[in-house]
């Protein structure tokens, strides 16, 4: 097995749909611009309540990756 380096970034994805929708749209995002996504881990969760409502749901994910060689 070869050594492996990863980093990690913290991103926070928004949706007025759903806790996955969210953390979809940040790794959706991320994708364009950064190689070798390998896992996600959802470290806070918040909503926005309109009316009584939930109105949109924010989530904060780390995303690890491996560093090119």
Do not use: C
């Not at 994708?31 to 924010?58: A, S, Y």
Request: proline share 1%.
């Amino acid at each position: 097995m070869s050594d492996h380096v990863y980093k990690k970034i913290e991103l926070v994805g928004s949706s007025p749909n759903s806790i996955e929708d969210a953390v979809g749209n940040a790794l959706a995002r991320a994708q364009k611009t950064i190689r070798n996504m390998r896992w996600f881990e959802v470290v806070e969760t918040r909503g926005h309540i309109e009316d009584g409502k939930i109105n949109h749901w924010q989530v904060t994910v780390k995303v690890g990756f491996t560093l090119d060689q």
